[in-house]
């Protein structure tokens, strides 16, 4: 998993409430338990004019230009803004494979979906949560400024507006030392090798039996 520590990025806003993980990643995608090639399919069935299938060749599919990811100015964003209640739906860890495969590495709302809040943070995405007032004001500046981008601090704990105001936000300790330093589970356990590999040559001579 990629240490995430700051991140001055451009912004997309994702200007629905409700946004269910069949949305994120459509069930047809779901083939596959690498984490990677989720990104195409992100939003499939928003991005995208016609149906997509797994394996399908999305260079030549046509674009649907009100999607709000599909805008030039948005091309490259790396933090998402979101409504109410974002990443509902089935338990999928896909949706924040696809988003973080996409290119997304922060995202910004009122609230998220408590599976896919846990989940973001084990696949190297840093949720963040702001009481509703100040997302209404991140997405008008977004929508009224070209270019817009913010500056995230997750060791700080703070976000840095353009115009300078600092945003803070509550993190758990545990799962900003995990960001901070790339730990996702098998990272966390792997930190114990050693004593993993002490333990299992012990248990070789103490029950050979286990290892015929």
Same mark, same amino acid.
């Given at each position: 998993?990629?240490?995430?520590?700051?991140?001055?990025?451009?912004?997309?806003?994702?200007?629905?409430?409700?946004?269910?993980?069949?949305?994120?990643?459509?069930?047809?995608?779901?083939?596959?338990?690498?984490?990677?090639?989720?990104?195409?399919?992100?939003?499939?069935?928003?991005?995208?004019?016609?149906?997509?299938?797994?394996?399908?060749?999305?260079?030549?599919?046509?674009?649907?230009?009100?999607?709000?990811?599909?805008?030039?100015?948005?091309?490259?964003?790396?933090? !998402?803004?979101?409504?109410?209640?974002?990443?509902?739906?089935?338990?999928?860890?896909?949706?924040?494979?696809?988003?973080?495969?996409?290119?997304?590495?922060? !995202?910004?709302?009122?609230?998220?979906?408590?599976?896919?809040?846990?989940?973001?943070?084990?696949?190297?995405?840093?949720?963040?949560?702001?009481?509703?007032?100040?997302?209404?004001? !991140?997405?008008?500046?977004?929508?009224?400024?070209?270019?817009?981008? =913010?500056?995230?601090? =997750?060791?700080?704990?703070?976000?840095?507006?353009?115009?300078?105001?600092? !945003?803070?936000?509550?993190?758990?300790?545990?799962?900003?030392?995990?960001?901070?330093?790339?730990?996702?589970?098998?990272?966390?356990?792997?930190?114990?090798?050693?004593?993993?590999?002490?333990?299992?040559?012990?248990?070789?001579?103490?029950?050979?039996?286990?290892?015929?």
């Amino acid at each position: 998993m990629k240490p995430f520590q700051k991140l001055d990025g451009l912004v997309a806003p994702m200007d629905r409430a409700n946004v269910d993980t069949d949305a994120i990643i459509p069930k047809q995608f779901l083939k596959s338990i690498k984490r990677s090639g989720f990104g195409p399919n992100l939003f499939d069935e928003w991005r995208y004019m016609d149906v997509g299938q797994p394996g399908q060749d999305n260079s030549g599919r046509p674009l649907n230009p009100e999607f709000v990811l599909n805008q030039p100015r948005y091309k490259g964003a790396e933090i !998402l803004l979101t409504r109410d209640n974002f990443g509902c739906g089935s338990s999928r860890e896909h949706a924040p494979w696809a988003l973080e495969d996409f290119g997304f590495r922060v !995202l910004i709302g009122p609230s998220f979906a408590d599976i896919f809040f846990n989940n973001c943070f084990k696949n190297g995405l840093l949720p963040i949560k702001l009481a509703a007032d100040e997302v209404d004001a !991140l997405f008008a500046q977004c929508h009224g400024s070209e270019g817009y981008r =913010l500056a995230v601090d =997750l060791q700080a704990r703070t976000i840095t507006r353009p115009d300078g105001k600092v !945003l803070a936000f509550d993190v758990d300790p545990f799962r900003r030392e995990c960001l901070l330093n790339g730990w996702d589970d098998i990272g966390l356990t792997l930190r114990h090798a050693d004593k993993i590999r002490d333990f299992e040559a012990k248990r070789r001579i103490a029950q050979p039996w286990l290892f015929a």
